[in-house]
């Protein structure tokens, strides 16, 4: 499904995704190779695995994608979409590697205590990870594991 959505002040269109069938694929493609590894079907155990492994980190990855205005992400909603571009734009100087420390499973606190014992500009960055709220996107995993009951 299209919806009209602009991205940092321009007039396009971008399509609306939602993070849990996306999810699955996902879930589905690990279950898959997990399967075809071990010589037979690994059922519902190979997408808890998934779940597990790499459900924090995809959707962290997912949310840098929402707020940088790449792709909606129908959970995350309109007034985070694109925020990162709107507030500080890309050419932050700090942005990419607040970014990069962000998809690597990195906190708040840990984020902070690199960019001080780096002399950096702790205000800068701590301004980055407000609007990167890095907690927001923990979404609920349960429901991957009853879309899985297809």
């Known amino acids: ?5 602009s991205r940092a002040g321009e007039n396009s269109e971008v399509l609306a995704r939602s993070l849990y069938e996306a999810s699955y694929i996902e879930a589905l ?5 997990r399967s075809e590894q071990a010589g ?3 059922g519902e155990g190979a997408i808890a695995e998934w779940l597990r492994r790499h459900w ?3 959707c962290r990855e997912r949310w840098i994608e929402h707020l940088r205005g790449e792709v909606f992400w129908k959970e ?3 007034g985070a979409f694109g925020a990162l571009e ?3 734009g890309d050419s932050h100087p700090l942005l990419s ?3 990069d420390r962000v998809r690597h499973g990195c906190e708040n606190l840990d ?3 690199w960019a001080t014992e780096s002399g950096l500009d702790v205000s800068a960055v701590i301004d980055i990870l407000v609007i990167v709220d890095v907690n927001r996107p923990r979404l609920d995993r349960s429901s991957l594991m009853a879309e899985s009951a297809f």
Do not use: H, N, T
């Open 1 to 5: 499904m299209r919806a009209p959505l």
């Open 29 to 33: 493609a690990y279950k898959w190779i």
């Open 40 to 42: 037979r079907d690994l």
């Open 56 to 58: 924090k980190g995809w």
């Open 76 to 78: 995350f909603g309109r």
């Open 86 to 88: 709107r507030v500080c």
């Open 97 to 99: 590697e607040v970014l």
């Open 111 to 113: 984020i902070i205590l």
